[in-house]
Nanobody, 125 residues
Framework: VQLQASGGGLVQPGGSLSLSCAASGFYLGDYAIGWFRQVPGKEREGVSCIGRSDGSTYYADSVKGRFTISRDNAKNTVYLQMNSLKPEDTAVYYC???????????????????WGQGTLVTVSS
């Protein structure tokens, strides 16, 4: 039972990437899903989340207006569209399921589970 993030890569500043978060072993539609990112030596931070079924979304101030989260429960997948990327967006990106809440709120790591391996996003010229 885990979530697997994919879609990372190297992109120039100002470019775009689309990340996918696929569930295995459970139905992703039963959970609010969050995206997090982590830079070596720093704490993992919440980037965005999407509610289970109410359409609610949350974005960190650092990505608001540039990132868009969406979900396709039929495909058991959540997406993170990242536009206007900046070098400071460079990180390993993870997705996880909120085991305590069903709506999108400020991501608190202790509420999340089913972590999988992340995907590396590098923004550099």
């Amino acid at each position: 039972v885990q979530l697997q993030a994919s879609g990372g890569g190297l992109v120039q500043p100002g470019g775009s990437l689309s990340l996918s978060c696929a569930a295995s072993g459970f139905y992703l539609g039963d959970y609010a899903i969050g995206w997090f990112r982590q830079v070596p030596g720093k704490e993992r931070e919440g980037v965005s989340c999407i509610g289970r079924s109410d359409g609610s979304t949350y974005y960190a101030d650092s990505v608001k207006g540039r990132f868009t989260i969406s979900r396709d429960n039929a495909k058991n997948t959540v997406y993170l569209q990242m536009n206007s990327l900046k070098p400071e967006d460079t990180a390993v990106y993870y997705c996880a399921a909120n085991l305590m809440r069903s709506t999108a709120t400020t991501p608190l790591i202790y509420e999340y589970g089913y972590w999988g391996q992340g995907t590396l996003v590098t923004v550099s010229s």
